[in-house]
């Protein structure tokens, strides 16, 4: 049993899957779950992601739950350099 199996989409997304079976192959056919897939804006620009699954969310920077940020919408104001990294729903 593989603990996390992580997944870096083409579209810069990230998703981690716990707890898999080894020696199967699992597809994942899903369309890009967060918009815009490759998110920019400039040093303490802000950015807006929209989750575009159903359900409970969770984002996370780097691995990292951000406390309270359980909505379907997230946005980062005042950008920092030293905060760049992979977001994820899930």
């Known amino acids: 049993m593989a603990e996390v199996v992580r997944v870096e989409w083409p579209s ?3 998703q981690e899957l716990s ?3 080894v020696d199967r192959i699992t597809e994942d056919h899903r ?5 815009p897939p490759r998110p920019s804006a400039s040093l ?9 699954g159903t359900g409970t969310y969770q ?3 780097n ?5 309270g940020e359980t909505k379907r919408t997230l946005t980062l104001t005042n950008l920092q350099a030293v ?5 994820v729903s899930s």
């Not at 691995?63 to 406390?67: F, N, R, S």
């Open 12 to 14: 810069g997304n990230v």
């Open 63 to 67: 691995g990292v739950d951000l406390a």
């Open 83 to 87: 905060q760049q990294g992979a977001i």
């Open 31 to 35: 369309p890009d779950r967060i918009q």
């Open 19 to 21: 707890d898999q079976a």
């Open 44 to 52: 303490g620009g802000a950015v807006t992601l929209n989750g575009l």
């Open 59 to 61: 984002w996370q920077f």
